[in-house]
């Protein structure tokens, strides 16, 4: 686990209520389903792309399909879980609108977690040594970074807006300490709890 | 292989193990065969491995494929070759017997030591050959259903197979799902699709024009060694993949060639006709039909959607394809998970990056090895 994600794991199991079912859109190795079962009684679903993370899911004992995003959900029928949760796996996907899409579909709520690469110090990469920026959680150079996009919180907000989603919750963060003031300039990550209207 | 080799093979190996018989003797009347026709018993080939405990709670029945027998793991007495499945079954393996008691049988209309065509019909004194009433895989299951309960055991840990084995363990989720804490289906589908019958219908087609084989009855003279060894042939093709065929031959050919225009020298004409031959040193071609035909008729759901079998169920689940596997490729795979999803399982599904084409599960295992002990030790 990234010591940076901690906040966010714990902020998610403060959210899922006991016994709720749960899919995990690009669950790693599985450290959030596994404490959203052990402590929430949730009952989890993964779909991860990397084959070793998936072997690493099913060593916790957790369900999980090898599988890619962009094309994975339309098994599933309306309203299956409780929450479907895109943890910092939004920037991977090819198709981001339509997984989010088919996310507000198949959950009830969508917990979406993202990096924020209008960061100050992001900004400053690309303002001042004119380097592509990335985000402090995610430090990988250009060529090796699973990213395809770009993406700030106000991008996202405006998405949520022109998509007509409600935010229910929202949150930013800076490593381990929550962020209230300029998030844009100050989170490095953010999180948000949706519904569809 | 020196003694010294062969001796700690076989230690780290389920050792020496021995098959044993068990009959089943229904009531008269209480045992038909799915299509109505009923046998006087059905003697069953089976082996064990590790102990079973006192609870009785810790036995993983392992289903076999098409060409396979009860002898999973370890040597017989004086035999170089272990089981089948000896590098996933043993103690420390993937399927460990220091903690699992494992059974595999030999499934029925087999040849291997479980009563099949080639079997002595008690009421005739000869072999049942076409007599034989057609099997489906549903039977295989309904006998080792009742070999298991012979054993005292109630409930399994898990079932586990690959290919038609993976079709038992499919059969075993929908006909004994209170049975079964767990099940593995491997490399297989819940029906086969044209093109897998297409070339189950080439190796039968194959036997049936040997001469030899005589409407079934040729236990008495010459077998149809050369339309079951074209059978083979066909059927190891579809086995492998085209990038473990050119790793292993490539266009090699024999040193010494044999002049004739058309003979195997080729590498992989010789390895086919290798296999074809010592296929029909252990097999009889009657039992190729009857098992071939049961995959081919296999259709778990039929009218229904997959999932609807699977209602009720609550079994974990793990489901593994490989990418090679031309022959039971992942959308068969996927299609068992999207049902078993729909029906609420607690279901895992791993395409593995294997090279070995359909034969993946059974010598490209350490990556299955792995899934399967980690899968097994989160099953309770």
């Excluded at chain 1, 150079?141 to 699973?146: A, F, I, K, L, R």
């Excluded at chain 2, 780290?12 to 006087?40: C, D, H, K, W």
Aim: aromatic fraction near 12%.
């Amino acid at each position: 686990m990234l010591p940076n994600e901690k906040i966010e794991y714990d902020t998610i199991e403060s959210l899922v209520k006991e016994n709720s079912t749960v899919l995990d859109l690009g669950c790693g190795s599985g450290e959030l389903m596994e404490i959203l079962t052990d402590k929430k009684k949730a009952r989890c679903q993964g779909i991860e792309i990397d084959e070793e993370k998936v072997y690493a899911c099913v060593r916790r004992g957790l369900s999980v399909f090898l599988g890619d995003l962009d094309s994975g959900l339309e098994d599933y029928e309306d309203q299956t879980f409780d929450y479907v949760i895109l943890n910092h796996s939004l920037q991977e996907l090819k198709e981001p609108d339509e997984v989010l899409q088919d996310a507000f579909r198949v959950g009830k709520k969508v917990i979406v977690g993202i990096p924020n690469f209008a960061y100050y110090r992001s900004r400053a990469l690309l303002c001042f040594r004119g380097v592509a920026p990335h985000a402090p959680s995610q430090p990988q150079p250009w060529y090796e970074t699973p990213n395809l996009t770009v993406i700030t919180i106000k991008d996202f907000l405006t998405y949520i807006k022109t998509k007509n989603y409600k935010i229910l919750k929202e949150y930013y963060f800076n490593n381990s300490r929550r962020i209230q003031l300029w998030p844009n300039i100050f989170a490095t990550r953010a999180l948000f709890v949706l519904e569809r209207r | 292989m020196t003694e010294t080799e062969e001796a700690s093979n076989i230690a780290e190996s389920a050792g020496i193990v021995e098959t044993q018989y068990y009959r089943y003797n229904p009531l008269p009347g209480t045992f038909l065969m799915e299509n109505g026709l009923s046998l006087p018993f059905i003697d069953v080939a089976y082996e064990t491995y590790g102990v079973l405990n006192p609870l009785k709670d810790n036995a993983i029945l392992i289903t076999h494929a098409f060409s396979g027998d009860a002898h999973a793991a370890g040597y017989h007495e004086n035999d170089k070759k272990p089981g089948w499945w000896d590098n996933m079954i043993g103690p420390g393996k993937a399927f460990d017997t220091n903690r699992f008691f494992i059974i595999c049988s030999n499934v029925v209309g087999g040849c291997q030591g479980t009563t099949g065509p080639c079997s002595v019909n008690p009421e005739t004194g000869e072999p049942y050959g076409l007599s034989f009433p057609l099997v489906t895989i549903r039977d295989m299951v309904e006998v080792q259903h009742s070999l298991v309960l012979s054993l005292g055991i109630e409930k399994l840990h898990s079932v586990a197979g690959g290919s038609m084995g993976g079709m038992q363990v499919l059969q075993w989720m929908a006909s004994y799902p209170d049975m079964v804490k767990s099940a593995i289906p491997i490399a297989t589908a819940a029906k086969h699709s044209s093109q897998q019958i297409a070339f189950n219908e080439v190796g039968r087609q194959a036997i049936m024009s040997d001469p030899n084989w005589n409407n079934g009855q040729y236990y008495h003279g010459a077998s149809p060694a050369v339309g079951l060894a074209l059978a083979r042939m066909v059927g190891h093709i579809t086995y492998m993949s085209d990038q473990s065929m050119e790793t292993k031959f490539g266009r090699k050919q024999k040193s010494e060639k044999n002049p004739l225009k058309f003979a195997a020298n080729f590498e992989i004409e010789g390895y086919l006709h290798y296999r074809g031959t010592s296929f029909v040193k252990r097999f009889d071609a009657n039992a190729y039909l009857y098992i071939s035909k049961a995959m081919d008729l296999f259709d778990l759901a039929g009218d229904e959607p997959l999932h609807k079998v699977f209602r009720g169920a609550c079994m974990k689940v793990l489901v593994i394809s490989f990418k090679s596997d031309w022959l039971y490729p992942s959308y068969q795979a996927l299609d068992i998970v999207r049902a078993c999803k729909l029906a609420g399982l607690a279901t895992s599904y791993v395409e593995i990056d294997a090279k070995y084409g359909h034969d993946s599960f059974l010598v490209e295992t350490e990556k299955e090895s792995q899934l399967i002990s980690h899968f097994l030790n989160k099953v309770e």
